[in-house]
């Protein structure tokens, strides 16, 4: 039976995952006969935070042909050019991670070994001086670069803030119009070939079966599907990223959103701040091992910018991923294939990883072990690179006195790790690993940010003489500054562009 085409695709769970699988595969499946339902329960709902998103997601929606600017009406979006990380390196410290690229190479050698040479010989210009997105995010600039912009602005990397829920509920709308049958109910069992052990169909409350060929979870941390012996073990990575709480609470925004996330250490985690139209989002994401439920969320309440504009919402989670991503003819996409904290606001991306990666891999057959195998290896990569770069943040600190900071900067880490932040400590050097996520200025931002920035530089960078590296680098600061000075504000941006309309909130406090 394993032997049979995959002819029917069932999908459980209508989040963000569920959705933009949904409508990603949607564009496909009608065409090529293979027909596509989702299965999801209103009295279930979804995990509801999820905000905030790197640049890759302007890819996934021009793919489903999706008009940008109705795109942020419809979620309540709004830009962003990347965080701003406050006390993680040390108390009253701040930096910032941009997206985009520091300054434009010289003579082919990467901008950031001559930064480092001209740093070295005393020279206190910062690495924002020299991020278009650095700079515009801190005069609340915004533009969407065209081709006619030229290549300075061309430069501006950007993604958004948005309302998950609004985004899987416009994302919805796209796949039901590509022929996605939704199916309201809630999932009670899974229906398994006794010696396959492939699943067969779900069984809903209401006694309705739904068969299938290919399932994908996306039953969010329940797992519905995948969780126990289907997907193996669970990789825990609570060891070195040992948050496992969060709570969060939406607030008024006070005057204009910003184009960027704030990032704030507390004393045993971190809280975010992320501005949307029509409210801002909160959240303070903890490890209960140092700080109590009710605690976090004082320290929550008692730092919004504004009013409270819903009770506070607690979630627990597990740092981690199943250890098979495919098994049998069952997929995990989202929080049901596993959970990086939201410190870099990978998890939607992962999500759109292994859309891409499970439509590239798609299947014939029902069972397609190679395929599955590629892909269970893709993910784990995926995963694992992330990893590392979140726990950079944890690791290199200079904050001590408070248990969970003292905890995380002793902590042993990866060995993937150590070579990449020694090689960059030493001498300012780089390389991705395949396909990793994260690149040069990510790592740089969050090194330099956190005083782990590089103590060396590449000696091809002595080839340019100190007069003429002065000279390139007061360029280059002269043209991003006049670049960002002649941009509009990202509030004018969006009331030109994009301006969702105002949603009424009732107080509950
Ligand atoms: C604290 C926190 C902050 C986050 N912040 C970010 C961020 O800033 N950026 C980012 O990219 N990601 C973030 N994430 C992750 C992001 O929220 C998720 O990746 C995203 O929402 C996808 O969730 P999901 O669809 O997998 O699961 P869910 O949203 O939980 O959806 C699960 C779906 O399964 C359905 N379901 C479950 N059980 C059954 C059943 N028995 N029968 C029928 N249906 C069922 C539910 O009804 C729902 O439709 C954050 C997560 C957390 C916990």
């Keep these: 039976m394993t032997d049979r085409v995959v002819r029917k695709i069932v999908i459980a769970g209508g989040g963000t995952a569920g959705w933009m699988t949904a409508a990603a595969l949607s564009k496909f499946t009608g065409r090529a006969g293979i027909e596509l339902c989702l299965v999801e329960s209103e009295a279930i709902g979804t995990v509801g935070v999820g905000e905030a998103t790197i640049p890759p997601i302007s890819g996934f929606n021009a793919q489903l042909g999706i008009d940008e600017n109705e795109f942020v009406r419809a979620t309540q979006a709004t830009y962003k050019l990347g965080i701003e990380f406050v006390d993680w390196g040390g108390l009253n410290e701040r ?200 605690e976090a969320e004082t320290i929550l309440l008692d730092n919004l910018d504004g009013k409270p504009l819903a009770g506070a919402n607690h979630l627990r989670f597990r740092t981690g991923h199943r250890e098979h991503f495919w098994v049998g003819n069952c997929v995990s996409i989202g929080l049901s294939a596993g959970f990086l904290e939201p410190l870099e606001s990978t998890s939607i991306h992962l999500i759109q990883s292994g859309i891409a990666k499970l439509i590239s891999l798609f299947p014939r057959k029902v069972n397609s072990p190679r395929e599955q195998n590629e892909y269970n290896r893709l993910m784990r990569d995926d995963f694992e690179h992330i990893r590392d770069f979140l726990i950079l943040h944890y690791k290199a600190t200079k904050r001590a006195g408070d248990p969970f900071w003292d905890c995380v900067r002793e902590m042993e880490v990866p060995d993937s790790l150590t070579q990449k932040m020694a090689l960059l400590r030493e001498s300012g050097r780089f390389f991705k690993y395949d396909a990793e996520l994260f690149d040069l200025t990510s790592w740089l931002a969050v090194a330099e940010g956190q005083g782990w920035g590089p103590e060396g530089y590449n000696p091809m960078a002595d080839a340019l003489s100190d007069k003429n590296l002065g000279q390139s680098l007061g360029n280059m600061r002269g043209v991003l500054a006049k670049t960002a000075a002649a941009l509009p504000t990202h509030q004018a941006f969006i009331k030109r562009y994009c301006k969702a309309p105002p949603v009424a909130f009732e107080s509950t406090r």
């Design 95 to 294: 930096y910032f991670h941009p997206f985009g690229t520091y300054g434009f190479e010289l003579e082919g050698i990467n901008f950031h070994q001559f930064w480092t040479k001209a740093r070295l010989n005393g020279e206190h210009h910062s690495l924002d001086e020299y991020s278009l997105n650095a700079l515009c995010a801190y005069q609340g600039k915004f533009i969407r670069p065209e081709p006619d912009h030229g290549a300075v602005v061309g430069r501006l990397a950007y993604a958004f803030h948005f309302d998950a829920g609004l985004y899987a509920a416009f994302l919805r709308q796209i796949a039901e119009i590509n022929g996605v049958k939704r199916i309201e109910g809630k999932i009670e069992k899974v229906v398994r070939g006794s010696e396959s052990g492939f699943v067969d169909a779900l069984m809903l409350e209401s006694d309705r079966r739904i068969e299938g060929d290919l399932f994908i979870d996306c039953t969010g941390f329940r797992s519905l599907l995948t969780k126990g012996e289907a997907g193996g073990q669970f990789v825990d990575w609570a060891h070195w990223l040992p948050a496992n709480r969060a709570v969060a609470v939406p607030c008024e925004r006070i005057g204009d959103p910003q184009p960027f996330t704030r990032s704030t250490a507390r004393s045993a985690g971190w809280q975010w701040r992320i501005p949307l139209q029509h409210r801002t989002g909160n959240g303070h994401v903890y490890c209960d091992e140092f700080m109590s439920a009710d």
